[in-house]
């Protein structure tokens, strides 16, 4: 890649309760695998959530919010088992509802943005494996359920599709076909914005302008593939 040539920045916030702490790290840890990989077609991933955030004064969601701005977010990844979390201390200017957990509170930022702005692109994990029965709270318990009743097509306050997984290891394939597929998105992108098609007027056909640094670009692209395949995690082979 030419040094010179400016990374294109993909942001992902991250939601989440301290009871999936381990499928937040396996979020980190997918992204740290494709480094090399997007590095290689100009991309900058980036994970971020209120752990990165420099301690200061105020209200605490609200200073998450100053340091990590949610219109900087191009993808908003949550993820629930069986916490909810605490109440923030702030209200839905919409309804004036008190929060009850800070991920809600981030949710519900990142939808009305995304009703504004279709951005950004919210996806919602729930975690289905057993927890032990000393380890409930359920009042938490029923919080969770209740935000994923709101997912309903027809009765729901914010339709739409999460995805359940039973295991950290099922997450992290989840994770790595995520990221993954972001990065080969982009890289397709990228070709078709290098290379554009034009009608050549002797055969009629559409045909790259620079053929063969096209194919040779192609090539890399598939390469590209190929390495991306070996450093996926076991779990996530049958993926591709």
């Not at 394939?173 to 007027?201: E, G, Y």
């Amino acid at each position: 890649m030419n040094p010179n040539q400016a990374f294109k920045k993909l942001r992902i916030f991250a939601a989440s309760p301290s009871d999936v702490a381990s499928e937040r790290a396996k979020l980190e840890n997918v992204v740290g695998m494709l480094k090399p990989l997007a590095d290689y077609i100009g991309l900058s991933v980036e994970v971020v959530d209120w752990h990165k955030v420099v301690p200061d004064m105020g209200r605490p969601q609200q200073v998450i919010f100053d340091k990590l701005q949610p219109t900087t977010w191009d993808v908003f990844i949550g993820i629930l088992w069986h916490r909810f979390g605490t109440p923030p201390g702030g209200k839905d200017p919409q309804t004036q509802k008190e929060y009850l957990s800070g991920t809600e509170e981030e949710f519900r930022t990142a939808f009305r943005l995304w009703e504004q702005f279709k951005k950004p692109r919210i996806m919602m994990y729930r975690c289905t494996r057993q927890v032990d029965l000393n380890a409930i709270d359920f009042d938490q318990a029923r919080k969770v359920q209740g935000f994923f009743a709101q997912f309903d097509a027809i009765k729901g306050e914010h339709p739409g599709l999460y995805q359940a997984f039973d295991s950290t290891e099922a997450f992290e394939k989840l994770c790595w076909i995520i990221c993954k597929s972001f990065c080969w998105n982009i890289a397709k992108r990228k070709k078709a914005a290098r290379f554009p098609l034009k009608r050549c007027k002797r055969w009629r056909l559409r045909c790259p302008i620079t053929c063969r640094v096209a194919l040779r670009f192609s090539d890399a692209l598939r390469k590209w593939k190929r390495c991306c395949k070996r450093s996926a995690p076991k779990s996530a082979a049958g993926a591709w």
